[in-house]
């Protein structure tokens, strides 16, 4: 029986945005940042909190299989980002998930130490590199950044592994996942992506691709909330031949024998380490029925219409000299994001937000808007480009109200 909700498509996503609830009046463009909240979310958490726990209590992990939901999560997730079972899991955050794969990816690869990553690249990512660069020492591993134009020519025989995030956190550039996997494997390197700004928007092909390594978000364009875990993927290929660093009792081979030793457990489950959160992960699960009935191929190409209309928006603004737009003009070389580079950016994101239109500021000079497919609508991306020049026009956004910096930008 085909689900009611298969009977037709729907190109302008206006059922998948109702099973979002957004505040009235406001246009949310950070769902990059933080996505939206799904309306299955608060009693999917209020039942795990006052049901599953309040009554069950320990027997939770059992009854309620608890103890399942990073596997269970984690195969949701996969058939988003074109992952055979078996080859992902749900767990901690992308910061930690990274030391995991890195320390895996200089143990497949010995003899070589370079982990070769762009200049520009989300900082969590190049730091953790430098944290295992500095408790390995730099013989063992070598953290090496260029510019994605010094990509492939960096790709030499001491490379162990190529880490790159595929969708650029200020500018929104996307990589050719499949070129540059294969152009890593020519010399015999590791391709380990970042899926952070992909995964939920984009039509990833993490086998297809024949990646080796993936980490990715679960509170960016997956919706799962406020510090939602994150997910892990290895190929199958490399199951047999890898350990990992953080080994701790949950990815042990039987992590109720309490035995004195480790033992990993079989295939992707000994990427797991402590306990899993499970409100967290509660969250994470009624959220991804958004993408129920959605095939990522329609997600990807309203992505590409949405983020195209807007850049159109932009670009036949009277004011658009004041401004450069610095995501690429052609779709298959962008993300789920357009952001323009001004000096005043930072008090011009204010100005936006006083208006109840919600983009976000990275630093030096970017203002970005986040276009998440599944709720953002057409006429609210206007709006955003009309409130901008009316910003721009009337140079509000140089009062003093919108020039104190937050913590959190
Ligand atoms: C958001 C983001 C992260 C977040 O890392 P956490 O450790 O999960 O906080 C990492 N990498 C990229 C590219 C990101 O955009």
Known sequence: MPHPDDALPDPSFEHTRSLFQLPEGVVYLDGNSLGA????????????????????????????????????VG??????????????????????????????ALQLRPGRSVILSEVGNFPTDLYIAEGLQALLGGERCELRQVTAQELPDALTEDVAVLMLTEVNF????????????????????????????????????????KVDMAVGCGYKFLHGGPGAPAFLYLAQRHHDQVAQPLCGWLGHAAPFGFENSYRPAAGIHCYLSGTPSILGMKAMEAALDVFHTLSMRDVERRTASLTQSFISALTALPQSREFTVVTPAIAAQRGSQVSIRHPQAYAITQALIAQQIIPDFRAPDILRFGIAPLYTREEELQRAAQALAAILESGQYRQPRFQQRKEVT
């Open 170 to 209: 200020r500018s929104g550039a996307r990589h050719d996942m499949a070129a540059l996997t294969q152009a890593a494997h020519r010399v015999g390197a590791l391709a380990l992506w970042d899926l952070a700004h992909s995964a939920g928007a984009l039509d990833v092909q993490l086998d297809a691709c």
């Open 37 to 72: 909240l799904p309306a299955a979310v608060p009693a999917a958490i209020a039942d795990v909190v006052s049901r599953q726990w309040g009554e069950s209590l320990i027997a939770g992990w059992n009854d309620h299989q608890w103890i399942k939901l990073p596997t269970v």
């Open 75 to 104: 195969e949701r997730i996969a058939s988003l980002v074109g992952a055979a079972p078996g080859q992902l899991i749900c767990c901690d955050s992308i910061s930690v998930n990274l030391f995991k794969l890195l320390a895996t």
